[in-house]
């Protein structure tokens, strides 16, 4: 079965302080990896995802995350945290080329920022 | 693209009513998804469809609930009769494929008094 877990409720940040987000999953085969954000009141947006490649995926609002996948984790990182970047971020997973066909979500991190 | 369209963006209603939630997807995209979001139980998938036939209704808590997607550029999330514990965020979204990310609607929040 697939799964994917966000160990933390919330994470805090100082503004201009690296961010890390964390996310691990659980897939049988080859793994599809995803972030998301939402702001209040909105949808969530997609932010970047991962297939095959380079290990370090580069996406949106200057976010990056890292497949390891000896550690089956995918941690969302930004260098230097903005204000702005408040919000709840998701990761989600499913299986490369499985039949299933919806992404797991995981519960969701609020990040939170201070000036 | 306008993206994936839902309305209304907010509904009230009173329990007991019933009320119907709609979803555009985006052009060409042949995967949609009712996605509900509370605080207690977080983002749940409620159904998809592949090409307008339900595929997994597994999350649909009770027959209250019904879904239906007539044609490729529609789809409803229908409860009836509506209880208070209904209120939350249902979302849409929609994919060109299976391995392909989501886009999401902006929700309706909808809260049953």
């Known amino acids: 079965a697939q799964s994917v877990a966000q160990p933390e409720d919330q994470v805090n940040v100082a503004e201009g302080n690296p961010l890390t987000v964390k996310c691990t999953y659980s897939?049988?085969?080859?793994?599809?990896l995803f972030w998301y954000v939402q702001y209040p009141n909105r949808g969530l947006q997609f932010l970047l995802k991962?297939?095959?490649?380079?290990?370090l995926v580069k996406g949106s609002y200057g976010f990056e995350a890292e497949f390891n996948k000896s550690q089956t984790s995918f941690h969302l990182k930004k260098p230097s945290a903005l204000v702005s970047d408040s919000a709840l971020y998701f990761c989600?997973?499913?299986?490369?080329?499985?039949?299933?066909?919806?992404?797991?979500f995981g519960k969701g991190t609020k990040l939170s920022v201070k000036p | 693209d306008a993206g994936v369209i839902q309305s209304p963006r907010h509904e009230v209603t009173e329990m007991g009513q019933e009320v119907t939630l709609r979803c555009k997807p985006i052009?060409?995209?042949?995967?949609l998804f009712w996605y509900r979001q509370t605080m207690m139980r977080g983002l749940e998938l409620l159904i998809y469809f592949n090409n307008n036939v339900p595929i997994d209704d597994s999350g649909m808590p009770e027959d209250r609930f019904s879904a239906k997607m007539p044609n490729a550029s529609f789809s409803t999330l229908k409860i009836q009769p509506s209880e208070p514990r209904d209120s939350a965020v249902y979302f849409c979204?929609?994919?060109?494929?299976?391995?392909?990310?989501?886009?999401f609607g902006s929700g309706t929040r909808l809260t049953v008094v």
């Open positions: 052009s060409g995209h042949n995967s």
């Open positions: 897939v049988s085969g080859n793994p599809y």
């Open positions: 979204a929609s994919t060109p494929g299976v391995n392909y990310g989501y886009t």
């Open positions: 991962y297939i095959t490649g380079d290990n």
């Open positions: 989600a997973v499913k299986e490369y080329g499985g039949s299933q066909g919806n992404l797991i």
